[in-house]
């Protein structure tokens, strides 16, 4: 059975999205309509920093955010 998340941009629309166990957080973007830009980065509901491999999961909301870190906005 699939799971869901939810992923959007921080100051936009947040979609639900279903996937599968072992998928990453990068294949929920396609499914949201979504893709990540330079100087972009995901994080989780408590502001960390997720890496875009990193296995997907259930019931969590993945915000794109402006990656200042690296200078870029």
Partial sequence: MP???SIG???GEIK???FNE???VESLLPKAGLN???GE???DEEGNDVSPTSQA???ETYY???NYKQGAQ
Avoid: M, Q, Y
């Fill in 3 to 5: 799971s869901k998340a």
């Fill in 9 to 11: 941009r921080f100051d």
């Fill in 16 to 18: 639900v999205v279903a």
């Fill in 22 to 24: 072992g998928d990453t």
């Fill in 36 to 38: 990540l830009g330079e």
């Fill in 41 to 43: 980065g995901i994080n």
């Fill in 57 to 59: 999961e259930a019931d």
């Fill in 64 to 66: 794109i955010v402006g």
